[in-house]
């Protein structure tokens, strides 16, 4: 793990690694232009970011257009240069359109091009056969990370669902701002006792704008680290999403007793 100093980041010197965030312009609720891309690319840096997922939305309001998140990346990393490393991926809805596209194309949707793939829930359903989709993704070779849990009201009413997933072997994003109270405080107190059981894997900013969802990670960190330690506030903001990033086994996988184990189903549809 890269350790280098950032004297604006905090007390801390850790580099951190933001897995999820609507930086580039033009492309759906994010980012309106690149000036607004460059300033909140430069604000990361300031944070302590050196690492940053670009992940557009790829949903029925906002079709992925992987030409255009290649170059609008290269275009934003040549104005930043090498002060943070920019990547690609996206924030994938699971429709139909969209399944159809992964099994053409699985990697233009994962991080970096790897095999971690972001996806997220809509607040209207999640019916019973995305549990099935889920697991077809790992059978396929994707690793799925179910973003922002804490802010979807039909997870936090059936929490057994997200253990389930977790037992299943998926892994779990949680948006900085929730844990500092800009979601609420339902969502805070959600993703506070979903990492104290262990089911969360990353924290990243799921960065929007510079004002109200800004792509900053280090007052996060600092409120992890105050309460649950140093070693987990590294594992969620750097280790973890390092290894995601770079397309490894992560590193900090809790053991997950307390949770109810979910029968895996056996029939394999997705590809």
């Not at 460059?38 to 670009?54: F, K, N, Q, S, Y």
């Not at 990393?77 to 159809?100: M, S, W």
């Not at 697991?135 to 179910?146: E, K, S």
């Amino acid at each position: 793990m890269l350790i280098v100093a950032h004297p604006s980041a905090g007390s801390h010197s850790l580099d951190m690694v933001d897995l999820h965030c609507h930086i580039l312009p033009g492309l759906d609720d994010g980012a309106e232009t690149m000036e607004d891309a460059i300033a909140m690319a430069e604000m990361a840096i300031a944070d302590g970011i050196t690492h940053l997922v670009a992940t557009p939305h790829s949903s029925s309001e906002h079709t992925f257009d992987y030409a255009a998140v290649r170059r609008l990346s290269v275009e934003l990393q040549e104005v930043i240069g090498h002060r943070l490393k920019i990547a690609t991926g996206c924030d994938f809805h699971l429709n139909p359109e969209n399944l159809a596209a992964l099994r053409m194309n699985p990697s233009s949707f994962c991080i970096n091009q790897k095999n971690y793939l972001l996806v997220e829930f809509n607040e209207f359903s999640i019916p019973p056969v995305l549990d099935q989709t889920l697991h077809d993704l790992q059978l396929a070779g994707l690793h799925p990370v179910v973003t922002h849990p804490e802010r979807n009201s039909i997870i936090r009413t059936n929490p057994e669902r997200l253990g389930n997933w977790v037992r299943m072997g998926c892994f779990v994003q949680v948006t900085a701002g929730s844990l500092l109270g800009a979601f609420g405080a339902s969502a805070k107190v959600d993703g506070e006792k979903w990492i104290e059981q262990g089911w969360i894997h990353f924290v990243s900013s799921d960065g929007h704008n510079l004002t109200s969802r800004p792509p900053k990670l280090n007052e996060a960190f600092e409120a992890v680290r105050n309460s649950f330690g140093t070693e987990k506030a590294n594992a969620l903001f750097s280790e973890n999403p390092l290894a995601a990033f770079e397309g490894r086994e992560l590193p900090h996988v809790p053991q997950l007793s307390d949770v109810r184990v979910a029968a895996k189903p056996k029939r394999f549809f997705f590809f």
